[in-house]
C-alpha cells in the first residue's frame, strides 16, 4: 500500500518526524490501547511525510 511517502521524503524529513514521533508518540500508544482505525495514523504519516 502506497501512501505517498518515499523513503527519500521520509528521510528528507526524518528530523522533523523523529520530533513529531517524539512528540505525539501517545497518539500511538492510544491508537493501539482504544483500536481506533489506522486512517489517524495515516492522516499523521503523511503529514509527516509532506
Given amino acids: 500500500m502506497d501512501m505517498g511517502c518515499s ?3 521520509i ?3 526524518e528530523g522533523v518526524c ?3 514521533f517524539m512528540k505525539f508518540w501517545w ?3 492510544l491508537l493501539h ?3 481506533f ?3 489517524i495514523l495515516v492522516i ?3 503529514y ?3
Fill in 33 to 35: 490501547i482504544r483500536n
Fill in 37 to 39: 482505525r489506522s486512517e
Fill in 27 to 29: 497518539i500511538c500508544l
Fill in 11 to 13: 528521510q528528507m524529513k
Fill in 7 to 9: 523513503k527519500l521524503q
Fill in 48 to 50: 509527516c511525510c509532506l
Fill in 44 to 46: 499523521f504519516v503523511i
Fill in 18 to 20: 523523529e520530533l513529531l
